[in-house]
């Protein structure tokens, strides 16, 4: 900066005349993202859990390590985690999910698809971003194990303490 403002006024006229108007203020611009064959992919994760998810138009068949969703996912619970961002998005039977799923337990795998998910129909219909990101689906729950400490028997346990 060349020149020194004294004022408050002068400081107004060097936010609004020039120094740092160079990038655009627009919000970024989110496109369709497909592979060759017209599919969205995106990568879940939750603890150690890494989910792989590939979108397609079709009739609501969820597929997750080549078996049925509800096979694989036999709680209610966990179903019903994966559901949520069609729910959300109200795209329960247009697609076709097909998913790779590893790492983990069975909750931290279903909270890797579900997030899996989000990304991927955000990659496909770039316009359900925002119904997604309120939902807070699209948000990586990053919460992992604490490692253990030397000195205590697990992260935060200490050993039993014996007076004799």
Do not use: C
């Amino acid at each position: 900066m060349s020149e020194e403002a004294k004022t408050l006024e002068d400081l107004g006229e060097l936010k609004e005349g020039g120094v740092g108007t160079d990038a655009p203020s627009e919000a970024p611009v989110h496109v369709q993202k497909l592979d060759a064959l017209g599919r969205a992919y995106a990568t879940g994760k939750r603890k150690d859990a890494v989910a792989r998810v590939w979108i397609k138009p079709g009739n609501g068949k969820i597929t997750v390590n080549k078996r049925e969703f509800q096979v694989y996912f036999a709680r209610p619970v966990l179903q019903m985690l994966l559901k949520q961002p069609l729910e959300t998005a109200s795209r329960v039977d247009q697609y076709d999910i097909n998913v790779t799923v590893a790492g983990g337990g069975l909750s931290g795998q279903a909270g890797a698809v579900r997030h899996g998910i989000s990304k991927a129909l955000t990659y496909f219909e770039p316009e359900l971003r925002g119904v997604l990101k309120k939902g807070g689906f699209l948000t990586r729950d990053s919460r992992i194990v604490e490692r253990k400490k030397y000195g205590r028997a697990k992260a935060r346990r200490s050993f039993q303490f014996s007076k004799r």
